[in-house]
């Protein structure tokens, strides 16, 4: 016979085992948990393990930690019924450096403050962030807070009072009651204008590498000014959605949680197959539907180019705009040849360069007007 | 009768839904501690059909909120009746009533209350209210499904507060086009709901369609585990294998034939690139 006492032990225990494999158990939900127990047969593991699995879990990502800290803390297998979660869970495994390497450009004897005195505003504006000094990238990222992502907007299904449009008949009938049965004014309502979702696929591999300081930044610009209607993915080998760390106030520390969370950064990229995984998991769900999809990417794709391009032509179907950005279109003499940006073309509505904070103010005005 | 969860499975086999273990303890803990229950999983896995099957066997009425943009108090919670609220009026007047303060109170009648779902829940006692797709609502919408489910009433500025006697039975589903709210999700019960394994498609097959015969059941299910391996971009539920197993009874089938099959492929797939994909491989590979 088992007391109460020790099942309170027991799953209090679970719960720190689960928060350390990254589930967040918060002591609510272990609350939760224990008066689920109380409610079903406690030396039952199977009905321990869906008591617990009800409570503490809040959604797919969850589950596989769930059932490997089951399994380690109370033993054997966890007693699951069925396939796997089709969503595993991404492992944390490196952390990413955010500062990028210096190109060769900065040359011996100049320091980067000097240089970086000596360059105004206006120019650093217009120059190719992969090229700057530390000092100048300093210096750029305090111009970022100038930087205003306001997003595009869409009637929305709310209605809200108007001068012109149909007749609310509830705020009339209720000014009519107000004067004792008399319509006076017949009030008007008039669709609302929501925010239009945009979604930022940032890619991260190793040729991007140069531009993903500047990238995350825009991302976060963007996620603060509109964090509902924002949501920011990174592509590398796979996809991780960097949404939430984004919310973060600080840059820093919304760049360094976003690093934590990239298990791929600066190595190859499969384009075809992690847009795939974008649009399986997320986009035609809900997540790419009318709203505006902004890639960010070089175009350099590892895997099969014909992927990509069917992919693409996936993600311009459901989305409202498609905007391609790549850094290397600023460059003079840049032609689209590359395999990855040639299959992708044909599906963007609009193909723009970010390589300077210029190029990202015509980007954020490409995207308001969406 | 559902002390337990078995139990509670039992009861449900008994109205046709046939719940894994999973979904029935998670289904019965719902029941026993108060809490609104939250499914998500793909379309088709049966979220929809346990709220069905929940009332039945509670021998109440659904209450169904179909979720959507834009859904707002006065189709969710309630709305006043303004024409029979004028029409009170000038009858009021017509038969000399001149006392304003008893005209404003008569006004504001609760027979004049239209309820929408979420009242009507609260209203009648031990009632099963399914929430659908609240991912498609917006997310101004979830508090206000909060402040709702936690303490089980809703104030009406004219009337006062409506508390339910018997807290309603409450299943959320979702279909994940974007994140809920962790708020609310704390405050539920959560369940994942998978495809079901062959053995219990198959039964579920036999319970929904009697007049499909044994092997048609054993075809369609062992084919539509087969698409779902596939990688399609909608792999097929419970629901998409019932049609096309009716769709092929209707043919006259008594087992799978790639004629029949590839004839009545619409059924199950619902996207030209997955019924390309499925015609490449050739059916026939598929049908064993």
Known sequence: MTGTRDVTDVVLGFARTLRHAGVDASPERVQAMLRAVGHLDVRNATHVYWAGRATLCGSPDDLAAYDAAFAAYFGGEAPRSGRRAPYQRDRLSTAAPFSVETPGERSAGEGPEVRAAATGAEVLRHRDVATLSPGEREELRRLFVLLRPDPPTRRSRRLTPGRRGAVDVPRTVRETLRRGGETARLARQRPRAKARRVVLLLDVSGSMSPYADTLLRFAHAAARRRPASTEVFTMGTRLTRVTRPMRLRDPDKALAASGLAIPDWSGGTRLGEVLKAFLDRWGQRGTARRAVVVVFSDGWERGDPALLGEQMARLARLAHLVVWVNPHKGKEGYAPLTGGIRAALPYVDEFVAGHSLAALEHLVEVVRSA | ?288
């Open chain 2, 1 to 288: 009768m559902t002390d337990s969860p078995t139990a509670l499975a039992e009861a449900l086999a008994g109205v046709g839904y046939l719940a894994d273990e999973g979904l029935a303890t998670v289904a019965y803990l719902a029941g026993e501690m108060g809490r609104p229950l939250f499914l998500e999983g793909d379309a088709g896995v049966g979220k929809t059909s346990l709220a069905q099957a929940l009332a039945e066997i509670r021998g109440v009425e659904l209450i169904r909120l179909q979720c959507y943009e834009g859904l707002d108090v006065s189709q969710a919670l309630y709305d006043w009746d303004f024409p029979r609220q004028i029409l009170h009026l000038r009858a009021a007047e017509a038969a000399g009533e001149h006392d304003a303060e008893e005209l404003e109170a008569s006004l504001y009648d609760r027979r004049f209350l239209v309820a929408r779902p979420l009242l009507r829940a609260i209203e009648s006692p031990g009632a099963v209210l399914l929430v659908d797709e609240i991912d498609r609502a917006d997310d101004e919408f979830e508090a206000f499904l909060l402040e709702v489910f936690s303490d089980n009433s809703i104030t009406i500025p004219e009337i006062g507060r409506v508390t339910a006697k018997v807290p309603p039975l409450v299943v959320l589903t979702s279909n994940r086009t974007r994140e809920v709210h962790d708020a609310l999700k704390r405050r539920c019960l959560y369940h994942w709901v998978e495809h079901p394994s062959y053995e219990r498609e198959v039964a579920i097959l036999r319970t929904r369609l009697p007049e499909v015969t044994e092997r048609l059941a054993r075809d369609v299910a062992e084919a539509t585990r087969r698409l779902r391996e596939l990688d399609l971009l909608k792999p097929p539920g419970v629901a998409e294998a019932m049609d096309w197993a009716s769709a092929l009874h209707l043919l006259g089938a008594r087992e799978i034939d790639p004629d029949r099959a590839a004839a009545t492929l619409g059924a199950v797939l619902k996207y030209r690139e997955d019924s390309d994909r499925v015609r490449e491989l050739t059916l026939a590979a598929l049908l064993r």
